[in-house]
């Protein structure tokens, strides 16, 4: 479970014609069984091709 200022989102790559992005992300999280516990994420990585992807 997410919460503010929580994590970080950098777009590496943009191609708004051919619907295709990219980029890194770091975030923390709360476990949901247990609000006290975290899960952090570090230089975790996306590529998503929107043309692909069956909506």
């Known amino acids: ?3 503010e200022d929580s994590g970080l989102i950098d777009f590496t790559k943009a191609n708004f014609d051919n619907k295709i992005y990219a980029g890194i992300f770091n975030v923390k999280l709360r476990n949901q069984d247990n609000p006290e516990e975290f899960i952090e994420i570090k230089d975790g990585r996306f590529d998503i091709n929107l043309i ?3 909506n």
Do not use: L, Q, V, Y
């Open 52 to 54: 692909t992807i069956d």
């Open 1 to 3: 479970m997410s919460f």
